[in-house]
């Protein structure tokens, strides 16, 4: 039995309504993780994410990415702006390439700390700071969930703009070489 709410909503629209949702909670958990993340070693001293300009860089994208997400989740349901699909289309495309370069930069972090690079004399980190270390991946891996939401919104964003145009009509060239095949 089909009920009101189902058959008068679409699902795209609910779809998009629900990842954006769901992005608001993983994104504050990122931040979150990345905020408190500290930890004080006798030998090297303290870490803190204050410290690493990717992780800043990575709690700001994703303070932006939870902002837009309920700020777009709202007006969804608001007529007026529904309309603009062009709007939603461009802005989840530059938050979603944004999510991409922050996380980028987090992942070389990551990296550098439990592998180090022996060309620039820079040793692992993670066996000083594990705890730092695993409350960063899976920071990261809250982040990678957003990114992942986002290329979802992007790609529905993109269908809501390009179906709104005819496909292309095909040349009167083509018309004359289908006939005489």
Not at 146 to 160: E, G, P, Q
Request: hydrophobic letters at 50%; charged letters at 15%; aromatic letters at 16%.
């Amino acid at each position: 039995m089909r009920t009101f709410f189902y058959d008068n909503v679409p699902f795209l629209k609910l779809l998009d309504f629900s990842l954006r949702l769901f992005v608001i909670p993983v994104s504050v958990a990122s931040i979150w993780l990345t905020v408190t993340n500290h930890q004080d070693n006798s030998t090297y001293g303290n870490l803190d994410f204050i410290n690493l300009l990717g992780l800043k860089y990575m709690v700001c994208i994703s303070a932006i990415s939870a902002g837009y997400a309920l700020a777009a989740a709202v007006s969804s349901w608001v007529k007026c702006l529904v309309t603009k699909a062009w709007f939603f289309f461009v802005s989840d495309q530059i938050v979603a390439y944004l999510l991409v370069t922050s996380g980028a930069a987090v992942g070389e972090i990551v990296y550098l700390a439990y592998k180090g690079d022996r060309d620039v004399t820079w040793s692992e980190a993670c066996s000083s700071y594990g705890r730092f270390c695993t409350r960063l991946k899976i920071a990261l891996a809250f982040h990678a969930l957003t990114l992942c939401c986002f290329f979802v919104l992007a790609v529905i964003s993109a269908y809501r703009v390009f179906s709104m145009f005819e496909p292309p009509l095909p040349s009167k060239d083509e018309e004359v070489e289908e006939r005489t095949t």
